[in-house]
């Protein structure tokens, strides 16, 4: 067909219907948003509407000689794209019709059709003939000011800090010999300890801020200097010194507090130990009283009840060690108590023995090692009893009378380390998107066409569906880890178990998103992101031990899963796991009714972009996998198997349920978050990010979800081509988006990220 075939009304809508049938986008909710456009078309006529609606016909489409004519029609207006205009396709298309016809203007229903499509220039700059004007970096947002949005608590304290980490120690450099690079790491400590920044989470007395939450936001950012510099920080101001502020008593804070905050104290945190890993409450070092000399005697009873992975061991001057109390022939439980391991010349104490750890996969210039205790005794006095303590007669007192309350209760004051490590992993993941980005906004490679520029990496639908899922992910932790220290910061009570369960699952979730990240980058770089002076390497090294740190992530998933089948009931951790019987009493009515075979296909984009919908389908996740597991249980210990025994055969179910659980959290939190930002465009930025993160995580478990009749194939089938279209909707934005995540510069030293 000629030009002079189609009307002034339909000239506009050749190129859309170019696009959508070259690239197949005619599902039932794409026609349908196309054929409301049509209706509400004020400069279309009725035949050009009745011909429109007649190009949308799945049973009787043009033919392939017309659409041949479209492309034809579009290549000889000679008209550039433009990527930077804020709906390219529509501007595109009203200037082909301005070509033939001289018609001015914007098409409102054209722009809609190009919103709710999703079809951006990547998507179909590749079907036009045409001059491509790119633009890799054409946002209407801006990255800093999602910076400060993402950073509003504390921004100026964050301003100044950053501007701190512009000093020469803390220049990002590859580092191979681990003596050289833990005594560079101890001197970065030692100036971040001097300047204050270490003490933040203290109190004022003790050289602090009283800012927890600022404390989480300095260890973060000090990921994006090095892996190594951020733990050895938290094992000395965090693990360190704050078992001395959470479970010491006033006159050991002030003996002790202030040096761990400015570092003339140099400690490390002797938790685990090699033969039982992440059972704190099966350790077997002992603390022995002895009421004629009031001290406790520290000691290890076989080779393999060391203390192990002990960061600062070879440089910390003194211990908080966990130990059994055992007080009058009864043992009492874990408590932790102040041990001094070196002397004034730094060397070990009698009955001291430590060793290194060696050369690890990360994490080199941490001085991780092993710490044996043979009879050591220290005064009563280094006991942190704020929890539970000796008394003049001799006798053990706790205003805690149940141990495992007692022990949960002193292990929830130290949830914030275990915050600060998934933010750790977290910052690891964002460094590496930013890279990985940066690079595909630079690098180009393929083109059917070898007279013309190559195209660029991050104009692959696959480049965009690999990285952009996981920068929407990045925002959504950084808000729910945001509220988690919040709600750790401001729980003054000693019962921390439901934030605690919280953050249990949260930090195993998002501790293996940012392996797989980190990893999904590195490939996305190719050999370039094989490179150690691209960072990426280091990244990938360091933040492996993230997803054991602080917990194994199985383990943790457990916890969570605990919290859930009890309905957070104190009794669960004194009653063990019979009181799970009780909570089933009240669950095993809680039946789910079938769903209604209209919303298992419901696939129209304002549906499934509704965060009713993502909390709906999470929900239900989430109660389904916690009615079974229950009932699994219930009917395993009918049959006489024992109550642990029925939870073991149950153990991979759990796994999933505390997954679910977290997977529910995190979005819940993300969108309540939302609801409190002012209305403009950057809320509506972060609503889409949510959108596709959820619909991701959905997407993740699609089979589960088709097994339950939850999904019918037609909406799973449209969940896949919204995360695919969501990925390309923001890939204008990207550059913004990893901009956003306020990395300093000069920490950024990849090559291929400048």
């Known amino acids: 067909m000629t030009v002079a075939s189609y009307s002034p009304g339909i000239l506009p809508y050749i190129p859309f219907f170019y696009v959508i049938w070259s690239d197949d986008l005619l599902s039932a909710s794409e026609i349908q948003v196309v054929q409301t456009a049509i209706a509400a078309d004020p400069s279309l006529v009725p035949e050009d509407k009745a011909q429109l609606l007649n190009w949308l016909d799945k049973a009787n489409p043009p033919k392939n000689g017309e659409i041949k004519s479209w492309q034809q029609l579009i290549s000889n207006s000679g008209v550039a794209l433009v990527e930077s205009e804020t709906h390219p396709l529509e501007a595109f298309a009203m200037k082909v019709a301005q070509f033939y016809n001289g018609a001015e203007g914007h098409n409102p229903q054209l722009q809609t059709i190009e919103r709710n499509l999703g079809i951006q220039p990547n998507h179909y700059n590749h079907l036009f003939h045409v001059e491509v004007v790119h633009q890799p970096f054409a946002t209407t947002y801006d990255g800093k000011t999602l910076d400060a949005l993402l950073n509003a608590k504390g921004w100026e304290v964050l301003l100044e800090f950053r501007k701190f980490l512009q000093q020469a120690p803390f220049t990002w450099s590859i580092q191979r010999d681990k003596t050289a690079f833990r005594q560079l790491v101890l001197d970065q400590l030692l100036v971040l300890a001097k300047s204050g920044w270490g003490a933040y989470a203290y109190p004022s007395a003790n050289g602090g801020k009283e800012d927890l939450e600022t404390y989480a936001s300095i260890f973060e950012h000090l990921v994006f200097v090095d892996g190594s510099l951020a733990v050895k920080f938290g094992v000395q ?20 507090l202030t040096a761990a905050g400015n570092a003339t104290l140099l400690g490390c945190f002797a938790m685990t130990e090699t033969g039982h890993g992440s059972n704190v409450r099966g350790i077997k070092t002992t603390a022995t009283y002895l009421h004629e000399e009031r001290c ?45 391991l070196r ?3 730094h060397e070990e104490l009698d009955g001291i023995t430590i060793e290194d750890n060696g050369y690890k996969l990360g994490l080199n210039g941490v ?26 007669q001799g006798n053990y007192h706790s205003k805690i009378k149940n141990a495992n309350k007692r022990f949960f209760t002193m292990l929830g004051t130290l949830v914030g380390g275990r915050i600060c490590v998934a933010k750790g992993a977290l910052a690891a993941a964002k460094m590496a998107l930013t890279i990985a980005v940066k690079y595909g906004l630079q690098r180009r490679q393929f083109n059917d066409n070898i007279k013309i520029q190559e195209d660029l990496l991050m104009d692959y639908p696959s480049h965009q569906l690999r990285l952009i899922p996981k920068v929407a992910s990045c925002y959504v932790y950084h808000f729910v880890l945001q509220r988690a220290m919040q709600e750790y910061a401001g729980n003054t009570s000693d019962d921390k178990r439901k934030i605690e369960t919280q953050v249990a699952g949260l930090k195993a ?13 590195r490939e996305a770089c190719g050999g370039k992101g094989y490179l150690l002076e691209n960072q990426i390497a280091d ?16 383990v943790l998933l457990q916890l969570a899963a605990k919290g859930v089948l009890s309905d957070f009931n104190s009794e669960f951790n004194s009653g063990g796991f019979s009181s799970v019987l009780r909570f089933l009493g009240t669950q095993l009515s809680d039946r789910f009714t ?33 009615y079974s597991a229950a009932l699994r249980i219930k009917n395993y210990i009918k049959k006489g198997i024992p109550s642990y025994q029925a939870f073991l055969k149950t153990q991979t179910h759990i796994l999933e349920l505390g997954k679910a659980y977290s997977d529910v959290l995190a979005v819940k939190w993300y969108y309540e978050k939302l609801e409190h930002l002012p209305e403009d465009s950057y809320r509506s930025l972060l609503y889409q990010l949510g959108a596709l993160h959820s619909l991701a995580m959905i997407r993740a478990n699609a089979t589960w979800f088709l097994e339950q009749g939850y999904l019918g194939g037609t909406k799973s089938k449209a969940i896949r081509q919204r995360v695919e279209r969501l990925s390309t909707e923001l890939r204008p934005h990207v550059n913004a988006l990893v901009d956003g995540f306020g990395i300093p510069e000069q920490q950024l030293a990849a090559p291929i990220a400048n």
Do not use: C
Not at 237 to 256: A, D, H, R, T, W
Not at 367 to 376: A, M, P, T
């Open 237 to 256: 101001f965090g693990l360190f010194g704050g078992s001395i502020q959470n479970l010491g008593n006033p006159s050991q804070k002030e003996q002790y």
């Open 296 to 340: 406790l005697v520290i000691h290890t009873p076989g080779t393999n009840d060391n203390k192990e992975y002990i960061g600062n061991a070879l440089h910390a001057t003194m211990a908080t060690v966990f130990a059994q109390l055992l007080v009058n022939g009864k043992n009492n439980g874990v408590h932790a108590i102040l041990v001094p």
């Open 343 to 345: 002397d004034a010349n």
């Open 367 to 392: 001085d991780n090692g092993k710490i044996w205790f043979n009879q050591v005794k220290v005064p009563v006095a280094n006991l942190l009893d704020h929890y539970g303590g000796i008394d003049e």
């Open 509 to 521: 979730i998002i501790s293996w998103f940012a392996t797989e990240a980190i990893q999904e980058s």
């Open 539 to 554: 990244l990938k090294n360091d933040s492996d031990i993230f997803t054991t740190f602080e917990g194994d992530n199985t």
């Open 594 to 626: 079938t769903i209604n075979p209209a919303y298992v296909n419901k696939v129209d984009s304002a549906h499934l972009y509704n965060p009713k919908f993502h909390l709906h389908a999470l929900d239900f996740r989430l109660r389904r996998l916690t």
